[in-house]
């Protein structure tokens, strides 16, 4: 009897790895560099290093975000992104690509960022935003064009 339930939940167990596996996509070479570019410009945006946003955007950057009211351009990204720097801290944040596509020179990234955060008071917030960005190759290494990003109403 015994080696029968272990069979079954030997059983279920992979057929619910190979559910999850079959579920997550399987990146390519491209997709993997965009998103490793993501990922390495949340790390300079969470360290406050001033890496971000310039060494990342390109000259003709614009964003739309959740909490703007228009356009952003890359003078504007810098200048906020400093005012957030001295305002704010990122206790802790992940994120999760839904989808990229690159297609010659050009990606798109969809992905959503839980976060954790204390404004200048000390109080924590904890926020999910999703975001799409643009990027193209610039020579050989990709920047960020366009953006956009917005907090869902989750139940």
């Not at 167990?13 to 410009?41: G, H, I, R, T």
């Not at 406050?48 to 703007?68: I, L, R």
């Not at 799409?132 to 960020?144: H, P, Q, T």
Request: one cysteine or more.
């Amino acid at each position: 009897m015994k080696i029968i339930r272990l069979c079954f939940v030997t059983l279920f167990v992979f057929a619910f790895v190979s559910s999850v596996q079959a579920q997550q996509p399987s990146w390519n070479k491209s997709q993997m560099e965009v998103w490793d570019l993501v990922q390495k410009s949340w790390v300079d945006d969470v360290a406050e290093n001033g890496n971000w946003p310039k060494d990342y955007v390109h000259n003709n950057y614009v964003s739309w975000g959740a909490s703007s009211g228009g356009p952003s351009y890359k003078d504007s990204t810098i200048k906020w992104s400093r005012y957030d720097d001295e305002s704010s801290d990122t206790l802790i944040y992940e994120n999760s690509p839904a989808s990229i596509t690159v297609e010659d020179d050009t990606a798109v990234v969809n992905y959503y960022s839980t976060t954790v955060s204390t404004n200048s008071e000390g109080k924590r917030k904890r926020s999910v935003t999703r975001i799409s960005e643009v990027l193209i190759k610039d020579g050989r290494k990709w920047v960020f064009i366009a953006g956009s990003s917005f907090e869902p109403k989750l139940n």
